[in-house]
């Protein structure tokens, strides 16, 4: 997994604007709960608020942060970049283009499957989607 300072290079796009934990519904006067969910808005923006927007994350976890940086895989700006990205990790790129220059197959009949990759991903991952980008986290 990546972590989550070396993001991919189709990461998502974090306008640094960070929301407060009112403005994300969560509603506490325990300081140490807030200022875990501070530390976790300040340092890694969208990808902890799509974070929280996952059904088995409690906002009031003592291990949240801890939590976030095992699970957080990367962010993408669009399903394509994260298809590709994805695709390139594997290795998958390098070996179709060995395949079309070896075979002489025109790249135009060797395509990828865009919906089938991205169904692939969605089982693999937590995926959420945010005005922001798209962001993947370990199941």
Same mark, same amino acid.
């Given at each position: 997994?990546?972590? #989550?300072?070396?993001?991919? #290079?189709?990461?998502?796009? !974090?306008?640094?604007?960070?929301?407060?934990?009112?403005?994300?519904?969560?509603?506490?006067?325990?300081?140490?709960?807030?200022?875990?969910?501070?530390?976790?808005?300040?340092?890694?923006?969208?990808?902890?608020?799509?974070?929280?927007?996952?059904e088995d994350v409690s #906002?009031?976890a003592m291990d949240l942060?801890?939590?976030?940086?095992?699970?957080?895989?990367?962010?993408?700006?669009?399903?394509?970049?994260?298809?590709?990205?994805?695709?390139?990790?594997?290795?998958?790129? &390098?070996?179709?283009?060995?395949l079309r220059t070896t075979?002489?197959?025109?790249?135009?009949?060797?395509?990828?499957?865009? !919906?089938?990759?991205?169904?692939?991903?969605?089982?693999?991952? &937590?995926?959420?989607?945010? &005005?922001?980008?798209?962001?993947?986290?370990?199941?």
């Amino acid at each position: 997994m990546t972590n #989550p300072n070396n993001e991919g #290079p189709h990461e998502a796009k !974090d306008e640094n604007k960070r929301p407060s934990i009112e403005s994300l519904g969560i509603y506490t006067d325990d300081v140490s709960v807030r200022f875990r969910l501070n530390y976790g808005l300040e340092h890694y923006n969208g990808a902890f608020v799509a974070y929280l927007a996952l059904e088995d994350v409690s #906002p009031y976890a003592m291990d949240l942060v801890d939590r976030f940086q095992r699970d957080y895989v990367a962010s993408y700006v669009s399903p394509e970049g994260c298809c590709l990205h994805q695709v390139e990790m594997l290795g998958w790129t &390098d070996k179709l283009t060995e395949l079309r220059t070896t075979e002489g197959i025109p790249e135009e009949l060797l395509q990828w499957n865009y !919906d089938a990759l991205w169904q692939q991903i969605a089982e693999v991952w &937590d995926v959420v989607e945010t &005005d922001e980008g798209i962001y993947l986290f370990a199941k």
